[in-house]
């Protein structure tokens, strides 16, 4: 009996061939070898019981707004949490909400019952989970200052892990593949509802009048430079002075409002995508002398040019 033939059927719902540029905000890549959404710790805990058994690896995508996947397609396993995984409930001053809740709809709910310390997370387009992961910050806020606790599920289980577990740093953490965000507290602080509100509506109005709206993007493309060499310049501003808005590859390009930002004009694949992305970045360090490093998380063997 071969190999293949002596691992066990995939659980219920998991499909194969799945495309997976409609999940992600840029609308690239290819198909997911195999794919399933997990709506309960149980059915996620099948899932990673059954991957390890079989030897699959597994990914998670959550909203896709900062995410490149490979045009190959990825194999192994992809994930995507909802239904009681996406699930937001509030708790005297804590937040509970599941990995796959988006933290915009967070923010939105902490604000509602007049809690504050999250409203920077309707700015970020993305899940918990992937927040969690990435340590997500926006407009001087944090994740990682308003987590209580983060539940992470493996192929062993659910464990519970505080936030100096997490190796928190600027826009990551230590989790690695397999490690998956099945849930989360915040802990904030009581405000007046219609003040936080206010709040959450200002930091709406800065990001539209920053950030270019209603295109197929997946948000920062780099990460702000700590390089003196910046002078204090965010990604943005150097690739602009560089001359970057605008400048394009296939169907893909430097946002003209914002150079950070790479816009899928409607024919772009990930190749155009990391070629512009290698466009930039030379042009940045040739200029400047600083070495931009990219923000945008990866599926599948996506690789950037320059490594």
């Known amino acids: 009996m071969s190999a293949a033939a002596e691992q066990p059927p995939p659980p219920a719902g998991v499909e194969r061939d799945f495309p997976l540029a409609r999940l992600?905000?840029?609308?690239?890549?290819?198909?997911?070898?195999?794919?399933?959404?997990?709506?309960?710790?149980?059915?996620?805990?099948?899932?990673?019981?059954?991957?390890?058994?079989?030897?699959?690896?597994?990914?998670?995508v959550g909203s896709g707004s900062n995410l490149?996947?490979?045009?190959?397609?990825?194999?192994?396993?992809?994930v995507?949490?909802?239904?009681?995984?996406?699930?937001?409930?509030?708790?005297?001053?804590r937040i509970l909400a599941g990995g796959g809740a988006r933290l915009p709809k967070v923010a939105a709910a902490a604000a509602r019952a007049?809690?504050?310390?999250?409203?920077?997370?309707?700015?970020?387009?993305?899940?918990?989970?992937?927040?969690?992961?990435?340590?997500?910050?926006?407009?001087?806020?944090?994740?990682?200052?308003?987590?209580?606790?983060?539940?992470i599920a493996t192929a062993d289980g659910l464990a519970r892990m505080a936030p100096g577990e997490l190796g928190l740093a600027y826009r990551r953490s230590n989790l690695a593949a397999g490690e998956i965000v099945a849930g989360a507290s915040l802990l904030l602080a009581a405000g007046d509802v219609e003040e936080v509100k206010?709040?959450?509506?200002?930091m709406r109005r800065r990001r539209h009048e920053a950030?270019?709206?209603?295109?197929?993007?997946?948000?920062?493309?780099f990460k702000n430079p700590e390089d003196p060499r910046a002078e204090g310049r965010s990604a943005g501003m150097l690739l602009a002075q560089a001359g970057c808005n605008g400048l394009a590859?296939?169907?893909?390009?430097?946002?003209?409002?914002?150079?950070?930002?790479?816009?899928?004009t409607g024919t772009a694949s990930t190749a155009d995508v990391l070629a512009v992305m290698a466009a930039g970045r030379r042009r940045v360090l040739e200029?400047?002398?600083v070495t931009l490093e990219p923000e945008v998380q990866r599926l599948g063997e996506v690789r950037f040019p320059w490594s």
Do not use: C
């Open 24 to 60: 992600t905000t840029v609308r690239t890549g290819g198909a997911a070898e195999l794919f399933a959404r997990a709506g309960s710790r149980e059915q996620l805990l099948a899932l990673l019981a059954w991957a390890q058994g079989s030897r699959v690896t597994v990914s998670v």
């Open 114 to 151: 007049g809690l504050a310390g999250i409203e920077f997370g309707v700015n970020i387009p993305g899940t918990l989970g992937g927040a969690v992961r990435m340590n997500a910050n926006a407009y001087g806020g944090e994740l990682g200052a308003a987590l209580e606790w983060v539940e």
């Open 287 to 289: 200029r400047f002398g």
């Open 198 to 202: 206010a709040t959450l509506e200002e």
């Open 211 to 221: 950030q270019p709206q209603g295109i197929r993007t997946f948000g920062s493309t």
């Open 80 to 93: 995507k949490l909802d239904r009681e995984l996406a699930r937001i409930e509030v708790d005297g001053p």
């Open 68 to 78: 490149l996947v490979a045009d190959e397609g990825v194999r192994g396993l992809v």
């Open 249 to 264: 590859v296939g169907g893909a390009r430097f946002a003209v409002k914002h150079a950070n930002f790479i816009e899928n």
